[in-house]
């Protein structure tokens, strides 16, 4: 019991973030109806970021933590406007491996630029472990978790309530209608990839106190199991992938802790082909039709 | 003068032998040393992944992911197996061979038939994140069985591979992509691509043809990568993970999906690439990525398109045969199998299609209620009505498109409702489509002989071998589809790509190409769309010849009235997905409710018109 | 001037000529029509107006401002709004989201209430069904949140784009009567309708499209009792 306690807590730490990274996926799929493959990439970039800034130039954590916002911003937005945005109109084979590309473009940068060795990430806190009766919550993972609720629903009163959010919808939903309204539907997509990514950054660096090594490839692994995360939700949609990380999360720790970890992997595919296969649109999606 | 189909064997044959003889003599010299010989050989395996994977992703259309896990499957059944037989049976090794690549091939097509029936369910995005998703499941499994070593792997394997093997073993996959493709089965899967929607209604299974592409591909792959294990003599799971699915990927993508000759050479230069320039091996993941990515922006087609090189088209123009076209023998002369002619009976006086209360809805919207309607043989029947009234929802009911909610539909009597679109069409109906589906790579030629497919009986093995029925049936729907297009005066586009015609001429195709099914009904959705009065008057014309020539009865949706009141013996009037009134079309044209409905009204009667009378109805 | 000059207009859809070589005015004040049979090409002129398609050639000129090469979302702020085809409505936002949408470039708030006031006005069921699901109205009420939210940015200009479409005759009615008073209280509308007779009996002027070419053009009222208007729709 103690330790399904304990496994459930930590998955909720991990399944946060996942929720974060997976909010970047679904927010883009959503507006411009692609698979960003090299989100987690730049999640990744935004650890290295950090890294460098706090141990090279001794930066302290919270300007870091901006700064690391504030690249993945920047890349992201380049990357849409640069590979993206041309290949709007093409068909979605060939954006979709136009981010496959991105993704290990970036990730082949990282390694020759910082070699694959990972680095590891200084500790930010130091504050003891809260427990009681066998469980411990650590202070990271309650940070994790009270940080990533807080920006889930900020985001979502964003999206719902201001100009801009409501512009995202309306975008989401009809382009052509959007311009109708004088919507600058450009702009609103790179907003949505700024956002994105931003969350991203932020998902980064908590991973990054919670797994304290930034390495070329860390982008990968949990890039690939948010996106899982996002289509467990239903992709396109807000809350399914707030629901799809924290899933995730639990799933994965549970696995760990009551199977193995070598399985954990398979054991996280597996709920992902399970639910494409009972439900392709996601948990909270709703089935497209095709007109003939 | 020799036929041109042998001179194309003799030539390829022999540039097949020559190349052999030429490889193997510098390896066996030791011109060629054994680092070099061994590159070779993983050009070799390195072709057979990218042909296999461009099947589905270039001529399937799907992109898949996880292509490098049946690699893995092939290599770890074959390498336990010749370990096996060759420790345990005292086998020689080399002999094994055979049948632990074949075991490797087999089972890595059982997993892709396994993941292909749940997976070939989605589409697009979806299809490649679960691909992707089954590919690392298959990796991991594997990396954590006993009988595959666990992270480790399996080492020791008898390294009995060599350039022979596996140069014959690719000639036989490329020959067999060529003549898989050349065959209706091919032409079925190039349809997907092109149109899921037409192929279905032009009488091909879709998701068969998706699961059997997706299994034949891994069955190769399977193969190679027993090949991979016997040469390089160990392997583990790691090898085979997502980025190496990637690399067969960008082979692809770089020699062009849907060329075979593409992803040999893009096999080719992407194997000896990274080693000529191995001091650059770091860049060497970083150059692939900035490839993708230009060549997506910049040339998404690839090296090659969708283009095949042709050595018999080299040799004659190198020879100057070009000019002296070869006249090919009358086909007559050759035994034909002409594609089935269903035989259609019919009741005296009975309908040929007939609905009966057939109705749909689609959540709180009921979109057609109370449809009663039916169509006489040989008869052309239109069903009209305004924007939204619900015309394509009958039509896309009576095709199987949609399931009614309610009702029947009967055709020849039989009740056809709740079978699948392609059964449909074997069952004799054809329809065409509002927005025009036509196979728009493909040419008018092949676009025709696609829909041929349900009148055929030729398996894929006999397409791949070429075997006697294959011939037969081939030149029969060459010669029944050069028949149709002389009827609609289409023969000299034969060889045009589809998108290259006008769009009257596009329209004209894919009725002729509805009328290749030989049915007994045909739906024509909007056929006048989009055409200007000459193309519309032709369009009448046609219709008529199809009629009196083809025996068939014609149900048409239509807006143009000139061309509905032209050649309609009856008419349809459909409003609110309701029939409001039926009739002649002097019946219909005078039908104040049908007035009504078209025209609007600003008063609550509408005096019905006489022919010829001026009218100052207001 | 006039508000509207289109001259010569060419758009392609592919390698379909979909126009060829359209041109016509709309002036201030009036309510003009397009009228023709489905697969005209009248979709395609409003579609061109609000540079939501490319025209090959031709110009286009809205309140002396050729459309040349702008951006469609600038349309708005000169004063341009359609109500296009199929309504287009935001299915997944409310009713009051839609027409806050409609409202986007218009930077007062404080404007925005008496803005909705004006569309209630027009529209009283828009007002009792605010914090609904757009895509839960029915055809006719979403064809009145359309129209709605492109009232919301105050146009100048108008175009409507097949509002009749999919409606019951008294919806059909009651859409066109407020459409008459939208133009008396001084928005000029070009209108795309199928169906001709309602579109005649409110517009002053009116153009007939058959397969992308203008082929007959006057007064309203006497292209209503026109037996080729008649024949051309219901053949002869």
Same mark, same amino acid.
């Given at each position: 019991?103690?330790?399904?306690?304990?496994?459930?807590?930590?998955?909720?730490?991990?399944?946060?973030?996942?929720? +974060?990274?997976?909010?970047?996926?679904?927010?883009?799929?959503?507006?411009?109806?692609?698979?960003?493959?090299?989100?987690?990439?730049?999640?990744?970039?935004?650890?290295?970021?950090?890294?460098?800034?706090?141990?090279?130039?001794?930066?302290?954590?919270?300007?870091?933590?901006?700064?690391?916002?504030?690249?993945?911003?920047?890349?992201?937005?380049?990357?849409?406007?640069?590979?993206?945005?041309? +290949?709007?109109?093409?068909?979605?084979?060939?954006?979709?491996?136009?981010?496959?590309?991105?993704?290990?473009?970036?990730?082949?940068?990282?390694?020759?630029?910082?070699?694959?060795?990972?680095?590891?990430?200084?500790?930010?806190?130091?504050?003891?472990?809260?427990?009681?009766?066998?469980?411990?919550?650590?202070?990271?993972?309650?940070?994790?978790?009270?940080?990533?609720?807080?920006?889930?629903?900020?985001?979502?009163?964003?999206?719902?309530?201001?100009?801009?959010?409501?512009?995202?919808?309306?975008?989401?939903?009809?382009?052509?209608?959007?311009?109708?309204?004088?919507?600058?539907?450009?702009?609103?997509?790179?907003?949505?990839?700024?956002?994105?990514?931003?969350?991203?950054?932020?998902?980064?660096?908590?991973?990054?106190?919670?797994?304290?090594?930034?390495?070329?490839?860390?982008?990968?692994?949990?890039?690939?199991?948010?996106?899982?995360?996002?289509?467990?939700?239903?992709?396109?949609?807000?809350?399914?992938?707030? +629901?799809?990380?924290?899933?995730?999360?639990?799933?994965?720790? +549970?696995?760990?802790?009551?199977?193995?970890?070598?399985?954990?992997?398979?054991?996280?595919?597996?709920?992902?082909?399970?639910?494409?296969?009972?439900?392709?649109?996601?948990?909270?999606?709703?089935?497209?039709?095709?007109?003939? | 003068?020799?036929?041109?189909?042998?001179?194309?064997?003799?030539?390829?044959?022999?540039?097949?032998?020559?190349?052999?003889?030429?490889?193997?003599?510098?390896?066996?010299?030791?011109?060629?040393?054994?680092?070099?010989?061994?590159?070779?050989?993983?050009?070799?395996?390195?072709?057979?992944?990218?042909?296999?994977?461009?099947?589905?992703?270039?001529?399937?259309?799907?992109?898949?992911?996880? !292509?490098?896990?049946?690699?893995?499957?092939?290599?770890?059944?074959?390498?336990?197996?010749?370990?096996?037989?060759?420790?345990?049976?005292?086998?020689?090794?080399?002999?094994?061979?055979?049948?632990?690549?074949?075991?490797?091939?087999?089972?890595?097509?059982?997993?892709?038939?396994?993941?292909?029936?749940?997976?070939?369910?989605?589409?697009?995005?979806?299809?490649?994140?679960?691909?992707?998703?089954?590919?690392?499941?298959?990796?991991?499994?594997?990396?954590?069985?006993?009988?595959?070593?666990?992270?480790?792997?399996?080492?020791?394997?008898?390294?009995?591979?060599?350039?022979?093997?596996?140069?014959?073993?690719?000639?036989?996959?490329?020959?067999?992509?060529?003549?898989?493709?050349?065959?209706?089965?091919?032409?079925?899967?190039?349809?997907?691509?092109?149109?899921?929607?037409?192929?279905?209604?032009?009488?091909?299974?879709?998701?068969?043809?998706?699961?059997?592409?997706?299994?034949?591909?891994?069955?190769?792959?399977?193969?190679?990568?027993?090949?991979?294990?016997?040469?390089?003599?160990?392997?583990?799971?790691?090898?085979?993970?997502?980025?190496?699915?990637?690399?067969?990927?960008?082979?692809?993508?770089?020699?062009?999906?849907?060329?075979?000759?593409?992803?040999?050479?893009?096999?080719?230069?992407?194997?000896?690439?990274?080693? %000529?320039?191995?001091?650059?091996?770091?860049?060497?993941?970083?150059?692939?990525?900035?490839?993708?990515?230009?060549?997506?922006?910049?040339?998404?087609?690839?090296?090659?398109?969708?283009?095949?090189?042709?050595?018999?088209?080299?040799?004659?123009?190198?020879?100057?045969?070009?000019?002296?076209?070869?006249?090919?023998?009358?086909?007559?002369? !050759?035994?034909?199998?002409?594609?089935?002619?269903?035989?259609?009976?019919?009741?005296?006086?009975?309908?040929?299609?007939?609905?009966?209360?057939?109705?749909?809805?689609?959540?709180?919207?009921?979109?057609?209620?109370?449809?009663?309607?039916?169509?006489?043989?040989?008869?052309?029947?239109?069903?009209?009505?305004?924007?939204?009234?619900?015309?394509?929802?009958?039509?896309?009911? %009576?095709?199987?498109?949609?399931?009614?909610?309610?009702?029947?539909?009967?055709?020849?009597?039989?009740?056809?409702?709740?079978?699948?679109?392609?059964?449909?069409?074997?069952?004799?109906?054809?329809?065409?489509?509002?927005?025009?589906?036509?196979?728009?790579?493909?040419?008018?030629?092949?676009?025709?002989?696609?829909?041929? !497919?349900?009148?055929?009986?030729?398996?894929?093995?006999?397409?791949?071998?070429?075997?006697?029925?294959?011939?037969?049936?081939?030149?029969?729907?060459?010669?029944?589809?050069?028949?149709?297009?002389?009827?609609?005066?289409?023969?000299?586009?034969?060889?045009?790509?589809?998108?290259?015609?006008?769009?009257?001429?596009?329209?004209?195709?894919?009725?002729?190409?509805?009328?290749?099914?030989?049915?007994?009904?045909?739906?024509?959705?909007?056929?006048?769309?989009?055409?200007?009065?000459?193309?519309?008057?032709?369009?009448?014309?046609?219709?008529?010849?199809?009629?009196?020539?083809?025996?068939?009865?014609?149900?048409?949706?239509?807006?143009?009235?000139?061309?509905?009141?032209?050649?309609?013996?009856?008419?349809?009037?459909?409003?609110?997905?309701?029939?409001?009134?039926?009739?002649?079309?002097?019946?219909?044209?005078?039908?104040?409710?049908?007035?009504?409905?078209?025209?609007?009204?600003?008063?609550?009667?509408?005096?019905?018109?006489?022919?010829?009378?001026?009218?100052?109805?207001? | 001037?006039?508000?509207?000059?289109?001259?010569?207009?060419?758009?392609?859809? /592919?390698?379909?000529?979909?126009?060829? &070589?359209?041109?016509?005015?709309?002036?201030?004040?009036?309510?003009?029509?397009?009228?023709?049979?489905?697969?005209? *090409?009248?979709?395609?002129?409003?579609?061109?107006?609000?540079?939501?398609?490319?025209?090959?050639?031709?110009?286009?000129?809205?309140? /002396?401002?050729?459309?040349?090469?702008?951006?469609?979302? @600038?349309?708005?702020?000169?004063?341009?709004?359609?109500?296009?085809? /199929?309504?287009?409505?935001?299915?997944?936002?409310?009713?009051?989201?839609?027409?806050?949408? &409609?409202?986007?470039?218009?930077?007062?708030?404080?404007?925005?209430?008496?803005?909705?006031?004006?569309?209630?006005?027009?529209?009283?069921?828009?007002?009792?069904?605010?914090?609904?699901?757009?895509?839960?109205?029915? *055809?006719?009420?979403?064809?009145?949140?359309?129209?709605?939210?492109?009232?919301?940015?105050?146009?100048?200009?108008?175009?409507?784009?097949?509002?009749?479409?999919?409606?019951?005759?008294?919806?059909?009615?009651?859409?066109?009567?407020?459409?008459?008073?939208?133009? @008396?209280? &001084?928005?000029?509308?070009?209108?795309?309708?199928?169906?001709?007779?309602?579109?005649?009996?409110?517009?002053?002027?009116?153009?007939?499209?058959?397969?992308?070419?203008?082929?007959?053009?006057?007064?309203? &009222?006497?292209?209503?009792?026109?037996? @080729?208007?008649?024949?051309?729709?219901? *053949?002869?």
């Amino acid at each position: 019991m103690v330790l399904f306690l304990n496994q459930l807590i930590n998955g909720l730490g991990t399944g946060a973030i996942y929720a +974060l990274i997976a909010l970047g996926y679904t927010m883009v799929y959503g507006i411009v109806k692609l698979i960003n493959f090299a989100h987690g990439d730049i999640m990744m970039v935004g650890s290295y970021t950090a890294v460098l800034l706090m141990v090279n130039v001794g930066v302290p954590f919270p300007i870091a933590l901006m700064a690391s916002m504030f690249v993945c911003v920047f890349f992201g937005v380049l990357i849409e406007r640069v590979a993206y945005k041309p +290949l709007r109109d093409a068909p979605r084979i060939c954006s979709l491996i136009t981010a496959i590309g991105v993704s290990y473009l970036l990730q082949n940068s990282a390694q020759l630029l910082f070699s694959a060795n990972p680095k590891p990430f200084p500790p930010v806190f130091s504050v003891a472990p809260i427990t009681f009766g066998g469980v411990s919550i650590s202070f990271v993972t309650l940070v994790t978790v009270l940080v990533s609720v807080l920006l889930m629903v900020g985001l979502n009163l964003f999206v719902m309530k201001s100009r801009t959010g409501k512009a995202m919808r309306a975008v989401s939903e009809d382009m052509g209608a959007a311009k109708l309204m004088g919507i600058n539907v450009n702009m609103t997509i790179s907003t949505t990839f700024a956002i994105g990514c931003a969350l991203a950054g932020i998902g980064a660096f908590l991973y990054c106190i919670a797994y304290p090594s930034v390495a070329p490839t860390m982008g990968a692994m949990p890039g690939l199991k948010a996106f899982i995360a996002a289509v467990l939700g239903g992709i396109g949609i807000l809350p399914g992938a707030m +629901l799809g990380g924290f899933i995730m999360g639990v799933a994965e720790s +549970l696995t760990k802790g009551f199977v193995s970890t070598q399985l954990s992997d398979a054991v996280v595919y597996g709920i992902l082909i399970v639910v494409l296969l009972f439900k392709p649109s996601g948990l909270l999606g709703k089935a497209q039709r095709e007109k003939v | 003068m020799m036929n041109r189909k042998l001179k194309s064997y003799i030539l390829n044959l022999s540039a097949i032998a020559i190349l052999f003889v030429i490889i193997s003599s510098l390896i066996d010299s030791g011109a060629i040393n054994k680092y070099y010989s061994g590159i070779l050989i993983m050009i070799g395996i390195n072709v057979i992944m990218t042909v296999s994977l461009n099947l589905t992703t270039g001529f399937l259309g799907e992109l898949a992911l996880g !292509h490098a896990g049946f690699m893995s499957v092939g290599a770890f059944t074959a390498g336990i197996i010749t370990k096996q037989l060759s420790a345990s049976l005292g086998w020689d090794a080399a002999a094994c061979l055979p049948i632990s690549l074949l075991a490797g091939g087999i089972l890595a097509a059982v997993m892709g038939f396994l993941i292909g029936v749940p997976a070939l369910r989605l589409k697009g995005d979806y299809l490649a994140i679960i691909t992707l998703g089954f590919g690392e499941i298959l990796r991991v499994i594997i990396q954590n069985m006993q009988i595959t070593g666990g992270a480790s792997g399996i080492s020791r394997i008898p390294r009995v591979n060599n350039f022979p093997i596996t140069y014959f073993i690719m000639i036989a996959v490329i020959v067999i992509m060529f003549t898989l493709g050349r065959s209706r089965h091919g032409r079925a899967i190039l349809s997907i691509r092109e149109n899921a929607v037409a192929a279905e209604s032009t009488g091909i299974s879709v998701t068969r043809y998706k699961i059997f592409a997706f299994t034949f591909a891994a069955f190769f792959a399977g193969i190679a990568g027993g090949l991979y294990a016997h040469q390089i003599g160990r392997v583990s799971a790691a090898t085979f993970d997502f980025n190496k699915s990637i690399e067969y990927l960008v082979m692809v993508v770089l020699g062009g999906m849907g060329s075979i000759t593409g992803s040999i050479i893009a096999a080719a230069v992407l194997t000896l690439l990274p080693e %000529l320039l191995r001091e650059f091996a770091d860049y060497r993941m970083l150059l692939y990525s900035i490839m993708l990515i230009l060549m997506m922006l910049f040339r998404p087609k690839g090296l090659m398109g969708t283009a095949e090189f042709s050595l018999t088209f080299v040799w004659d123009r190198l020879t100057g045969f070009y000019k002296r076209a070869t006249k090919p023998r009358p086909l007559r002369e !050759h035994a034909v199998t002409m594609p089935d002619v269903p035989n259609y009976e019919l009741a005296a006086g009975a309908p040929v299609l007939e609905t009966k209360n057939l109705g749909i809805r689609f959540g709180g919207l009921q979109a057609a209620e109370n449809v009663n309607l039916h169509v006489n043989d040989h008869e052309i029947v239109g069903l009209i009505g305004p924007n939204g009234a619900g015309k394509t929802t009958v039509f896309n009911m %009576l095709t199987g498109v949609y399931l009614p909610t309610e009702g029947d539909i009967q055709l020849l009597g039989r009740s056809i409702t709740g079978k699948k679109t392609y059964e449909i069409v074997a069952h004799g109906i054809a329809r065409t489509f509002q927005n025009i589906r036509l196979f728009k790579s493909m040419t008018v030629l092949e676009n025709i002989k696609v829909a041929f !497919h349900t009148r055929m009986h030729y398996t894929p093995v006999s397409g791949i071998f070429r075997l006697p029925k294959y011939t037969r049936e081939e030149r029969g729907i060459d010669l029944r589809a050069r028949e149709l297009l002389r009827v609609f005066n289409m023969e000299e586009s034969a060889e045009t790509r589809a998108d290259g015609l006008p769009y009257g001429q596009q329209r004209k195709l894919e009725i002729c190409r509805a009328l290749a099914t030989n049915p007994k009904v045909l739906l024509l959705d909007e056929p006048a769309a989009g055409m200007n009065p000459i193309e519309t008057r032709e369009l009448m014309e046609t219709i008529g010849i199809i009629r009196n020539r083809f025996n068939v009865a014609v149900l048409l949706i239509e807006h143009d009235m000139k061309l509905v009141m032209g050649i309609c013996e009856r008419i349809y009037v459909l409003n609110y997905g309701r029939i409001i009134a039926e009739g002649s079309p002097s019946d219909i044209r005078n039908n104040p409710e049908v007035i009504r409905a078209y025209l609007g009204h600003s008063d609550r009667d509408t005096k019905p018109v006489k022919e010829g009378e001026a009218n100052g109805n207001a | 001037m006039a508000m509207l000059e289109v001259k010569d207009l060419h758009v392609y859809y /592919g390698a379909i000529h979909a126009l060829h &070589g359209v041109s016509f005015t709309v002036d201030k004040g009036e309510i003009v029509t397009l009228i023709g049979a489905n697969g005209a *090409g009248k979709t395609s002129i409003l579609h061109a107006i609000s540079r939501l398609i490319p025209a090959k050639s031709g110009t286009i000129t809205f309140d /002396g401002h050729p459309l040349g090469a702008l951006d469609a979302y @600038k349309l708005v702020d000169m004063g341009l709004s359609q109500v296009p085809e /199929g309504r287009r409505i935001f299915a997944q936002m409310t009713v009051l989201e839609n027409l806050e949408m &409609g409202a986007y470039t218009r930077r007062d708030k404080g404007e925005l209430q008496s803005d909705l006031d004006m569309v209630f006005s027009h529209f009283p069921r828009l007002k009792e069904r605010v914090k609904q699901l757009a895509g839960t109205l029915s *055809g006719g009420e979403q064809q009145m949140l359309a129209t709605g939210r492109a009232l919301m940015s105050h146009p100048t200009l108008l175009m409507m784009d097949e509002p009749s479409m999919g409606l019951s005759p008294i919806l059909v009615e009651e859409i066109f009567a407020i459409i008459r008073d939208i133009n @008396k209280e &001084g928005t000029t509308i070009l209108l795309v309708e199928q169906n001709a007779h309602m579109a005649l009996s409110i517009a002053n002027r009116a153009y007939v499209l058959e397969t992308g070419n203008i082929v007959m053009e006057g007064e309203a &009222g006497k292209l209503l009792n026109d037996d @080729k208007v008649k024949s051309a729709y219901l *053949g002869t």
